[in-house]
Nanobody, 120 residues
Framework: VQLQASGGGSVQPGGSLRLSCAAS????????IGWFRQAPGKKRELVSC????????WYADSVKGRFTISKDYPKNTVYLQMDSLKPEDTAAYYC??????????????WGQGTQVTVSS
């Protein structure tokens, strides 16, 4: 199982970014996959999670209505569309999964972090 996260960058408040988590070694419709973030000095937190069948979607209250998680099956990739970004969204973002991950607790497989900086 390998995860490759990308798409981070620097944007102004109110801007948008789309993060990608490219999966290999498994199909994204097989496992639940989560997007996490970790700001300096803070614990890593779950931001959003999608079930194996897409029927299960979960968002942290802090991003609900602004972030959208989705899958692209042909590309075997999970996306996190982030709109109306705020300075408090600044963090390193990670995707994670494992066969027994169900959007609770830390998964065993992680992608490398991609940095998101929201600043004017």
């Amino acid at each position: 199982v390998q995860l490759q996260a990308s798409g981070g960058g620097s944007v102004q408040p109110g801007g948008s970014l789309r993060l990608s988590c490219a999966a290999s070694g498994f199909a994204v419709n097989s496992y639940y996959i989560g997007w996490f973030r970790q700001a300096p000095g803070k614990k890593r937190e779950l931001v959003s999670c999608i079930g194996s069948s897409d029927a299960s979607l979960w968002y942290a209250d802090s991003v609900k209505g602004r972030f959208t998680i989705s899958k692209d099956y042909p590309k075997n990739t999970v996306y996190l569309q982030m709109d109306s970004l705020k300075p408090e969204d600044t963090a390193a973002y990670y995707c994670g999964t494992d066969p027994y991950y169900y959007c609770s607790g830390p998964p065993n497989y992680w992608g490398q972090g991609t940095q998101v900086t929201v600043s004017s």
